[in-house]
């Protein structure tokens, strides 16, 4: 059963992050942010000027009562202990963002917004150093790589996954879910394609920085691995009869949870897959072929009805929770000593529930 966090907003909450000191920050649409412990008291409470949805909330991880908050084309830095105002702010975006992801050594701030744009924000200069633009339509998710701090990846609804360094303008590597899973299937496309493209809604990387996640609007979730400046999918499978809003990597491991607009939450353990491919990387090779295109994926598993039969009995949820609504945010935290899910829906409440038996 999930513990519910109240008293916090008044209107759905869309955002969430999480402090290494275990303070929560969510972020909730009409410009609220609140601050809550560790026991789902909410500490603090603010509501931006112009009232935009705040739609992505980050903690700093060596000062974590440094909160960064998105909201409609600005991000505001704040301190949690006092949510009286913005200690900066900055308009580098010309859209909406929809997602932030700061860098390991915490100089660097990328910002996903409704163009497709990723800005990269220097921290120290306050000003944009690098302007990555490649989607075609909303970017929805953005994460830089541990361990690598010039290195990030991004999706967008125009169906791509990209892998960008920060040396580069453009990207190192792309891939269309949509023309990879057609050629996959060597045949007509089948309705559900149609009816549920492979929008991608969320990416998230695994702490060792060469493993991804990508949730999409098929249902289905792709692993990829990172080889040098391309991308391999390693997994993908299907557990979510609609969309999946959200995929997070819990830290130090490839348990993954997944949550989608069908209202369920699952936690999937891909470690022996990804530890089954890392030892032996010759098996797949044997099922590429040409692709079309020069700047799409330049390998991985080209064959669907082989990928899904195989996959999808390899790996099952570990998890699977009935949460009833669907998820707009969600991560693994650790609360109190123990390891717990936050889910932010379309109510004004966060949903906790424990994760004792992993």
């Not at 040098?228 to 993908?236: I, P, R, T, Y």
């Not at 959200?246 to 990804?274: H, R």
């Not at 949820?317 to 609360?335: A, M, Q, R």
């Amino acid at each position: 059963m999930a513990v519910k966090w109240t008293g916090g907003h008044s209107s759905p909450i869309l955002c969430l992050n999480a402090s290494k000191e275990g303070l929560v920050a969510s972020g909730a649409e009409g410009g609220d942010l609140t601050a809550w412990g560790e026991d789902g008291t909410p500490l603090g409470h603010m509501r931006f000027a112009g009232a935009d949805d705040v739609t992505s909330v980050l903690f700093s991880p060596s000062c974590p009562t440094k909160l960064y908050a998105s909201h409609g084309e600005t991000i505001s830095i704040l301190d949690v202990r006092s949510l009286k105002g913005s200690l900066d702010h900055f308009h580098v975006n010309e859209e909406e963002i929809n997602c932030l992801s700061l860098n390991q050594t915490e100089n660097l701030l990328a910002s996903a917004d409704d163009s497709g744009a990723i800005k990269i924000l220097d921290l120290e200069s306050k000003k944009v150093s690098r302007s990555l633009k490649r989607h075609s339509n909303i970017c929805s998710s953005v994460a830089f790589r541990p361990q690598r701090p010039q290195s990030l990846v991004s999706c967008g609804l125009d169906m791509q996954v990209m892998l960008w360094s920060l040396q580069k303008a453009r990207p190192l590597w792309i891939t269309n879910l949509q023309e990879d899973e057609t050629e996959e299937m060597e045949g007509p496309q089948s309705p559900g394609q149609l009816l549920n493209p492979a929008l991608a809604h969320s990416i998230s990387v695994a702490s060792c920085g060469n493993i991804f996640s990508c949730g999409a609007e098929d249902g289905k979730v792709r692993i990829f691995r990172v080889m040098g400046v391309k991308c391999e999918q390693e997994l993908g499978f299907k557990g979510h009869t609609l969309g999946v809003s959200q995929v997070c990597f819990l830290p130090e491991s490839y348990l993954l949870l997944t949550g989608g607009n069908d209202g369920k939450i699952m936690l999937w353990d891909a470690s022996s897959e990804i530890e089954k491919k890392q030892k032996s990387p010759t098996k797949r090779t044997h099922r590429k072929k040409p692709k079309k295109g020069a700047c799409t994926k330049q390998g991985g598993n080209t064959n669907a009805s082989v990928t899904d039969e195989e996959e999808h009995g390899k790996i099952l949820p570990k998890l699977n929770i009935e949460h009833g609504e669907k998820v707009n945010w969600l991560l693994g935290t650790n609360i109190k000593g123990h390891q717990n899910i936050l889910v932010a829906d379309q109510t004004s409440c966060i949903s906790v529930y424990p994760l004792n038996e992993f």
